[in-house]
């Protein structure tokens, strides 16, 4: 077996998704009437995309260890984990947001929807960042390299929230990013998608968002074609132009996508059956991973739109997104995608771990799963101590509401 071989991550998949069952970690359950107004289906499938995604970086640390390269993996299967795993998420955020602006009428409580954003993403944000920050103190030994002034503006970008595209190394440490994993980019490609809204509101109005969809699908289709093919030289460290303008049209596409698919629920037209509708969902991804190596192209996006899309429309892939696992995994989701980086970093620093791993594919995959249990585990502790508090407190300041005294309450 290689360590790039496909079927070790559904085993991993699964045994996660059986430790979300226990009871142990029910403190991730959450009442349905407590969400926004998200799809149950949707609720189900966020956890499998973070977790894809960390499989994707467990692969590109292998060839870290082995190489000292922070590259693609040279399976496709795995390259995809990753970039259909962002590209759903970014689907997921077009198409929540862009619901918004649609039952508003392009007229949203602009103030409501940033506080709300703030809260939902700084607060874990700045855990994560903070942890980083100790893994930096610790291996350059708690000493200054660096000019502080110049550590403390290093520092600063940092703290911006992901708002700041800049994120660079700290105190002369080389590869600070690699110790989130590097998908801290993600977040500043969200911020710019919600700083977009407000321009883009009147878009909103009418029926003017498919005409704006495919406008906009056409100018990125061409990149998508051009582009298309990755360079083989192209790394996330050692970008080509390629890969740049590739992987910018995918990310608009992928945006546009989630828009189409926001105007196209409310619409309300005739659906699939669920058998059918799951039939479909998982054969236009299947033709996706076995069909391509990379997501920059128009075919793939237009698959995994088409799977995005039924899984809004209420496809639970045969029920698997409506399990309570499923669920509990989803909740924790933006935990299990900011600190996989550090659980990677953490537990591969350990030198019998690391050699263990890199004795053959069953052990790295054996740490691999020990990894996601943990992580895991992490998350659903962040969660419930940093991410739910913000969220709560992001609802009590958008809605400015404030209890009011009991005998107040109970006067006529």
């Given at each position: 077996m290689s ?6 991550y559904?085993?991993l998949?699964l045994v996660?998704?059986g430790?979300m ?6 403190a991730?359950d959450?009442?349905?009437d407590?969400r ?11 956890g499998?995309l973070a977790l ?11 060839g ?12 496709g ?5 990753g ?11 077009a198409?929540?947001?862009?619901g918004?602006?649609l ?9 409501g929807?940033?506080?709300?954003r703030l ?5 874990t944000?700045?855990?994560a960042?903070g942890?980083?920050?100790l893994?930096v103190?610790w291996?350059t ?11 403390l503006a290093?520092?600063?970008q940092?703290l911006?929230?992901g708002?700041?595209p800049?994120q ?6 080389v590869?600070t990013t ?6 801290t ?8 998608f ?11 109005r009418?029926a003017?968002t498919?005409r704006?969809?495919i406008?906009?699908?056409l100018?990125v289709?061409?990149p998508l ?12 460290s ?6 740049v303008i590739?992987?910018l049209?995918w990310?608009?596409a992928?945006?546009?996508m ?5 105007w ?19 054969a236009?991804?299947a ?5 391509f190596?990379h ?6 996006v237009?698959?995994l739109?088409?799977?995005?899309h039924?899984?809004c429309t209420?496809?639970?892939l045969?029920g698997l ?9 989803s909740?924790?989701?933006y935990?299990i ?6 659980v990677l ?5 350990v030198?019998p771990v690391?050699?263990?791993?890199m004795?053959?594919?069953?052990a790295y995959?054996?740490?691999g799963?020990?990894?996601a ?6 998350s659903?502790a ?7 508090p ?5 609802r009590r300041?958008?809605?400015g509401a ?11």
């Open positions: 360590v790039f071989s496909p079927w070790p559904f085993v998949v996660v998704l430790a069952a226990l009871p142990v970690f029910r991730a959450e009442p349905h407590a926004d107004r998200r799809t149950a289906t949707l609720d189900g499938l966020r499998f894809s995604v960390f499989v994707h970086h467990l692969m590109v640390t292998h870290y260890i082995e190489r000292g390269e922070w590259t693609f993996p040279p399976s299967f795995h390259t995809l984990l970039q259909a795993g962002v590209g759903v998420f970014f689907m997921i955020t198409f929540l947001f862009w918004k602006l039952d508003a009428k392009g007229r949203p409580d602009w103030r929807l940033y506080t709300g809260w939902r993403i700084g607060p944000y700045l855990l960042v942890l980083m920050f893994v103190g291996r030994g708690f000493e200054l390299r660096e000019p502080a002034w110049s550590v290093e520092v600063l940092w911006a929230l708002i700041w800049l660079p190394d700290i105190n002369g440490y590869g690699l110790i989130l994993a590097g998908v980019w993600t977040v500043f490609v969200e911020w710019l919600y700083g977009a809204l407000r321009p883009m509101a009147p878009l909103a009418g003017r498919p704006f969809v406008g906009g699908m100018l289709c061409l074609l051009v582009f298309g093919a990755l360079s083989p030289g192209a790394t996330p050692r970008p080509t132009l390629a890969l590739g992987a049209a990310v608009l992928s945006f546009l989630g828009m189409l698919s926001a196209l629920v409310r619409r309300k037209g005739p659906r699939l059956p669920q058998r059918e509708a799951s039939l479909l969902a998982l236009c991804l033709g996706v991973f076995l069909g190596g997501m920059v192209g128009p075919v793939q237009l698959l739109w088409v799977f995005f039924l899984v209420g496809s639970t045969f997104l409506g399990t309570r696992a499923a669920r509990r995994m909740t924790v989701s935990s995608y900011l600190l996989q980086g550090l970093t953490l537990v591969f620093a030198p690391r050699a263990f791993a004795s053959g594919p069953t995959w054996l740490v799963a020990g990894c249990l943990l992580l895991a585990a992490a659903v962040s969660y419930r101590l940093v991410e739910k913000g969220i709560a407190r992001g300041l958008r809605s404030r209890p009011m005294p009991a005998a107040q309450a109970a006067r006529p």
